[in-house]
Structures are given as C-alpha cells and as structure tokens.
C-alpha cells in the first residue's frame, strides 16, 4: 500500500546500526520514560507505538494489556517484529491506521510525522489518532526542545532541522489543538566516545558535528530537551 504520508527518516532509514547505538545512549537516567509514564500510563492497556521504525521501544511497554507498532518503511517491519513476540507490528502511517476505531488507549509518536510548521499541517494525522483512540485515550508526542539543552544548540544550528518546527511554532500549534506541552530535560550518554561521534555525524551536517566534538573532547554525552505534547480525545 502506497503511503503519500511518509518521508524516510534521514538517521533511522539512512543507517539503522547507528540509530540504534542512539536508541541505546537515550535518557540513562529513565527520566524521559518517567515523565511519559506520568502523561498517559499505558499499564495494563493497549498502546500504539506510532511510526516504531526497527521497534527499539517496542519491548520497554511490555506492562501493556497489548502493544503494537506501526510503521510505514517497510525495509524496518522486519527487524520490528524481531524484538519482541508481544508486540503486534502493522505496515501504517500516521494518516492510515489499519486498527478499528476507538480501539486503542495510548498512542506514542516518537520524532515521527508531528513536526507541524508553516509549510506543514500534520492535522490529518491527528484525525486518524483520533479515530483510533477511545474517548479518553491520549497521544503523546515527543518532540525536541529546540531551546533548551545542548541537543537543541545543535539543532538550532543546522539547517536540515528547520523542518522539524523551529521556534514557539509547534508548540503554539499544539495549543491550538487543546494539547499541553511538558518539557523535560535528560541526556544522551554513550559507553565510547566513538558512538557518540558516530550519531553526531548521522544526526547532524559533518562540519556542525566535528565542531562540537572538537570542542567537547572529553565528552562521552550531552544533554537534552525533549518536548511531550500530550493530547486527550474529548
């Protein structure tokens, strides 16, 4: 099925290996799983992971009554369904959901498809969650903190990160919707200094990256702002 919704992901669908040492360097501290815990506690519920690429988080919701991914690169449903037996993985998209409605309690969408912005109104996704959800259900989406943090210097300093919503833009369109934004403040830490400068140059132009390496020499981390846009289907 042709999804006219999907854009491949630069870092995941450039090199899953590298994502995944990312994947693996996020939120040491549990800070962030917290945090969405707090948002929408998906115990003992069912729970959409939205755009789940290779399915890295699918196993992390294993206290779910039942957790499904859905992803619309379809070179990533194989290693996704490989993570976990629990998990249910579906070829989908933010705008084609192949599950019933009012079907579903939480859906996460990690740095997937929401990256509202001037040129872009991801309204018809958040009709599908919508559809999807039962009353009550809630969408979480983490984004990035484009203000605080050294992840968000970074990105305010690359160009290819435009299009992810720069400024108060996503937040104030998050707003609009009856959303609230929570910000929460974790890290990346990596066990060699060799993944660290192997996600910053996948994450980030190849002279931005060397800059900041150069200028952190001793560092095996940085921190990092996340931004969780949590909506309720009335």
Not at 106 to 128: I, K, M, N, Q, T
């Amino acid at each position: 099925m042709a999804l006219h919704d999907f854009v491949p992901a630069a870092n995941q669908g450039g090199d899953p290996a590298v994502y995944e040492i990312e994947n693996e360097a996020i939120d040491p501290q549990g800070t962030l799983w917290e945090a969405l815990r707090r948002a929408a506690d998906w115990r003992h519920k069912v729970l959409v992971d939205l755009g789940c690429g290779s399915g890295y988080w699918l196993p992390k919701y294993s206290e779910s009554e039942k957790t499904i991914g859905i992803e619309p690169d379809e070179r990533l449903l194989e290693a996704a369904r490989a993570r976990t037996r629990r998990a249910h993985v579906y070829h989908g998209s933010a705008e084609h959901i192949p599950l019933a409605d009012s079907s579903v309690d939480v859906v996460h969408a990690r740095f997937a498809y929401f990256f509202p912005s001037e040129s872009f109104d991801p309204s018809a996704g958040l009709d599908e969650v919508a559809r999807v959800l039962r009353p009550g259900g809630r969408l979480v989406v983490i984004d990035n903190d484009h203000v605080l943090g050294e992840f968000a210097a970074l990105l305010r300093s690359s160009a290819p990160a435009a299009g992810q919503g720069r400024d108060s833009y996503p937040s104030t369109w998050w707003r609009e919707k009856g959303a609230k934004t929570l910000a929460v403040m974790s890290g990346w830490t990596f066990h060699r200094r060799t993944d660290l400068e192997r996600v910053l140059h996948l994450e980030f132009p190849e002279e931005l990256a060397q800059q900041w390496l150069s200028s952190h020499p001793e560092r095996l981390g940085l921190s990092y702002g996340y931004l969780l846009h949590i909506w309720t289907k009335p």
